[in-house]
C-alpha cells in the first residue's frame, strides 16, 4: 500500500486530508510541523508528500530544500499546499505539484494520484 | 554701560509689535550715538553695549542684527564675534563688523572668517549702514524661511515616512487575514466536499465532520466579526449596551461552553459579580481570552480560569501554560495588529484584532485587560471591571 505523509499544522485540514486518502485506498500519516516532518519522513519513507508552506519550527521551503539536498530522500514527489498562490517558487524549490488552499478534495485526489502513478 | 534706547522703551509702551532689533557695541560714544540715530531714523529699535562682555548679555535678548566695532575695551570685537557664533542660539544672528580705516586688512578678513555677515571701514556713511544693515536683515529672512521650508520638507519625509508604516502594518494585516481567513475556510470546503460525495460516510464520522465544520464556521464567523468590530471602531461607530449582569454567570457560560466542546478548564467561580456590562461583547472578550489560551497552551498543560472580587471590581482571570509573552511583545500586546506571535507557535495565527477589540471593549466598561506574572504560569491575562455599586 502507498505511503502519503502529509505535513499540516491545522489539525482539522490534515484530518480531512487524511481522511480522503485513505478512502482512495492509502496509507497516511500526519506530521504537525516541520521538524517532525523530517523525522517521520526518515522513519516511514513515504511514496509521497502533502506539504503546508506555513508550519511551527521549519517551515515548508525548508522541509522541501532539506529533502531534496538529501539523496535519500530528493526523489520523493512533493505536492506543496498554501494560500498563497506561490507556483512558480515552489517548483523552482523542487515540488512537483502545487496546489492553492482552500481546494477541491477531488483536486486533491488527482494531484495525489499523479504524484503516486 | 548698558543703556535702553528710547525707541524701545517707546515701543512697548505703546505696545506696538515688535521692531527689528538692533544691537549696537561701539565704545567710541560719538560714532555710537551716531549709528544709533541712523538705524533709529530707519525704524530699527536699537539697544546700545559699550563693551564686548555688555554685547554677548544683551545678544541673547532678542536681537535681529549686530552692529559690532572690532576694537572694544574689554574683549575684542572679533572675540565677540566668534562667540556668537559659536552659541547655537545665536549663531544666525548677522554681525556687521566695524574698524576704523587705520585697520589692517588682515583683521578684516579675521573678521569675516570666524563668521562676521559684513564688515565696513570706518567712517561708515549713514546711507552705506542703512543698505548693509538691510542688506544682512533680507539675507537673514531669506535664511528663516529657508529653514522654515526645510523643517516643512522633514516633517512631510516624516509623515510619508509614517504612512509607509501604516501601508506595512495593513499590507501585513491583509496577508495575516487572508491566511486566517483561508485556513477555516479550506477546511469547511474539504469537509463539504467530503460530505457530498459520500453519501455513504458512517455515522460517527459524519457525526465528527459535522462537529469539525461547526468549529471550523465558528472560527470563521468569528475573524469577520473582529474585523467588522475594527472597522467600526476606526470609524467611531463601535458601542456598547450597559444592563446590569452577574459577570461570574457570564464566565461560567462561556467556560462551560468551551469545555463542553473543546478542552477541559480548570475553573474556579467565586461568589456573584454585579456589574453594568454588555453581555455579548463581555462574551466575546471571554471567548476571545479562553481562544488565546488553548491556542497557546499544549493540549496536556492546563488552563485556568479564576472569577473573584478585588477592591471594588470583577476580576477574571485567564492562566495558561503557553510559551510565555516576551517583554518586548508584551508592549505591542494591546494595539491594533498587534499579534500575538509566541515562541515556537505557528506564525499563521491570529491577525492581531482579538486583544485589541478586547481591551476597547472592556476599556469601555470602565476597565481594563493587563498581562500579569504569576508564579507557575506562563502568562495571565487579568480582566478588571467596576463593580456595581451595591444598592444603599
Known sequence: ?117 | MLRLAPARLLASFRGMSPKTRVLVVDDERTIRTFTCRVLLDAGFEVVEADTGLGALQLAADRMDLVVLDVKLPDISGVDVCRRLKQDARLASLPVLMMSGHHVESDQKSEGLEIGADAYLTKPVAARELRATVNALLRIRRAEAALHRSQAQVEAQERLVAEVMEATRVKENFLVSVSHELGTPLTAIKALVDTLCADPKLDLVTRKEFFGVLQEEVNRLSRLVMNILDASRLEMGRFDVQLTPLDLRQLVTRVVDEIQARRRPITYEPGAPLPIHGDRDRLTQVLVNLVDNAIKFTPREEPIMVRATAEAGRAVVRLFDRGPGVSTEMEAKLFEKFGRLERPGVSSTHGVGLGLYLSSEIVRAHGGSIVLERHPGWAAVFAVRIPLKEAPA
Open chain 1, 1 to 117: 500500500m502507498k505511503h502519503v505523509l502529509i505535513v499540516e499544522d491545522e489539525a482539522n485540514i490534515a484530518r480531512i486530508i487524511q481522511h480522503n486518502l485513505q478512502r482512495v485506498g492509502l496509507d497516511t500519516s500526519i506530521a504537525r510541523d516541520g521538524e517532525a516532518a523530517l523525522e517521520e519522513v526518515h522513519v516511514r519513507r513515504p511514496d509521497a508528500i502533502i506539504l503546508d508552506l506555513l508550519l511551527p519550527k521549519a517551515d515548508g521551503w525548508t522541509v522541501a530544500a532539506r529533502l531534496k539536498a538529501d539523496p535519500a530522500t530528493a526523489t520523493i514527489p512533493i505536492l506543496m499546499l498554501s494560500i498563497v498562490a506561490d507556483r512558480e517558487r515552489g517548483l523552482a524549490a523542487g515540488a512537483s505539484d502545487y496546489l492553492t488552499k482552500p481546494f477541491t478534495v477531488s483536486d486533491l485526489l488527482d494531484r495525489v494520484a499523479k504524484l503516486l502513478a
